[in-house]
């Protein structure tokens, strides 16, 4: 059998935006920018970050005219296509954070992020949004030596940012197989901090809650460009329907944001794959677990992500063709079957029990990735512009902490919020084609070989990673 072969499933759903919104129907699209408009606040981007910031600007300020600029349809894009981690990683480098304002700076960010959590739960509790949320944390395993290695210096590391010994720990041997029974599994580690949710419920439901407080969300309006203040004139966002002014416009467009005029090389597209099986029986489930609901994630350099559903399937993801050339992105979310093969083969690693198990839908979409790897707030007063993320596949929880960071920042705020380290950074560009793309192309060839060499029995970190990690800055 050739890696190319998709083994037990003849056909299977590709693409259709994702799964989630499969299972949740597509919604019914809202009008499009009837024509030119002016407003306080001009969001561009109708995912969770421009959701969650229209919606934390709505509710402090209700008198506010915020308009809501969206391609498609609003959770279209990454919102509506991830893992579904509400988690308290921090996207990006700690240490990086800690030389712009120091060590106790990213320990406040890293609380800050474990409140955000709580605070997502909350939200969704008082407006009603079913998202399937249940905060079961996250169990990171580890299947080979150099994996164990990983996984025991991050935990020492983590404990020096915020993690206390209850945030973080082991697991005993025993507690793994009451957890959670991944085969071929040396150790595991856990942390509480995290839930799991139905990403396109949370996006829908939170679009409808900022709906209602009179935020207008336009669909099917492309945005072109966006201009600062100059000469007098507002901030604008120049659309296929018409020109939006603003006193601010914020673009939160995370991976698309190659396709507003002049920002193509400032934050990659990296595309992230995944495949859910169908739903599997108890008879499945008792050699598994998994009674917790918790994530699942290992501590690969080409690492998976993986719940399980709602409705008892296993929805698992990972890098698949990892970007295109000149920062393109398939925005129907259709996935390569050989990468849908590699995700099943590592079902079928990691679960023996649900090695039959038929694969019903393939997905993939995109994460913004800034050229240092760690994420971004920031508003310029003088020009209007504001922008947030940069997520590197830590997004979910970040877009509410993003959300409020920026209303804080919009409404003139001093806040513990605007005071957190990822406020204001400038990053440096990527580099131009065809470099951008071979770069990219390498690094996951390394990391892919890395993967490879370690789970030959290679005991520490291969010098593959090393490589990669020095190649690509993080």
Not at 84 to 100: F, T, V
Not at 142 to 150: E, G, V, Y
Not at 153 to 158: N, Q
Not at 228 to 242: I, N, W, Y
Request: aromatic share 8%; glycine share 12%.
């Amino acid at each position: 059998m050739s890696e190319n072969d998709f083994p037990r499933t003849p056909a299977f759903a590709n693409g259709g935006v994702s799964f989630w919104y499969r299972q949740a129907g597509l919604p019914e699209g809202r009008p499009a920018l009837p024509g030119p408009r002016e407003y306080d606040v001009c969001i561009v981007g109708g995912g969770y970050t421009g959701l969650w910031t229209a919606y934390y600007l709505k509710k402090a300020r209700p008198d506010l005219r915020i308009a809501i600029l969206e391609r498609e349809f609003a959770g279209f894009g990454a919102s509506g296509r991830n893992g579904g981690w509400l988690s308290a990683e921090i996207a990006g480098s700690k240490r990086r954070y800690a030389q712009r304002l120091g060590r106790e700076s990213v320990v406040a960010f890293q609380q800050a992020m474990m409140a955000a959590i709580d605070e997502v739960i909350g939200v969704c509790d008082r407006e009603g949004i079913d998202a399937d949320i249940v905060k079961g944390g996250i169990t990171h395993v580890a299947t080979n030596p150099a994996q164990r290695r990983r996984l025991h210096a991050a935990l020492k590391e983590d404990r020096g940012w915020g993690w206390g010994e209850e945030d973080l720990y082991l697991l005993s041997r025993d507690e793994r197989e009451e957890r959670l029974r991944v085969a071929g599994t040396l150790e595991a580690a856990h942390t509480p901090h995290c839930a799991r949710i139905q990403p396109a419920k949370l996006a829908q439901g939170l679009a409808g809650a900022v709906e209602r407080l009179g935020v207008d969300i336009f669909e099917s309006t492309t945005v072109t460009e966006i201009r600062p203040r100059r000469g007098g004139a507002p901030a604008t966002a120049v659309t296929d329907r018409g020109e939006v002014t603003a006193e601010y416009v914020i673009r939160a467009t995370e991976g698309f944001t190659a396709g507003i005029a002049g920002q193509r090389r400032q934050w990659l597209p990296m595309n992230s794959s995944m495949i859910v099986t169908e739903p599997l029986g108890e008879d499945v489930w008792k050699h598994i677990g998994w009674h917790g609901r918790e994530l699942l994630g290992d501590t690969a350099h080409a690492y998976i992500y993986a719940q399980r559903t709602a409705d008892d399937r296993i929805a698992i993801g990972g890098r698949g063709v990892p970007y295109r050339f000149g920062s393109r992105w398939d925005d129907r979310g259709t996935t390569h079957p050989q990468t849908a093969a590699a995700l099943q083969r590592m079902i079928t690693r990691l679960f023996p029990a649900a090695a039959d198990a038929r694969i019903d839908h393939a997905w993939c979409g995109v994460l913004g990735v800034p050229r240092d790897w760690c994420s971004v707030v920031d508003l310029d007063r003088s020009t209007g512009l504001g922008k947030a993320g940069g997520y590197v596949g830590s997004g979910v929880t970040t877009t509410n902490l993003a959300g409020r960071t920026l209303a804080d920042l919009v409404l003139g705020e001093d806040s513990e919020l605007t005071q957190l380290p990822w406020v204001g950074r400038q990053v440096r560009q990527w580099e131009p084609e065809p470099l951008r793309w071979m770069g990219v192309q390498l690094i996951y060839a390394l990391y892919r070989t890395a993967d490879r060499r370690e789970n030959d029995r290679l005991t520490g970190t291969s010098g593959y990673a090393r490589l990669a990690d020095l190649i690509s800055g993080r």
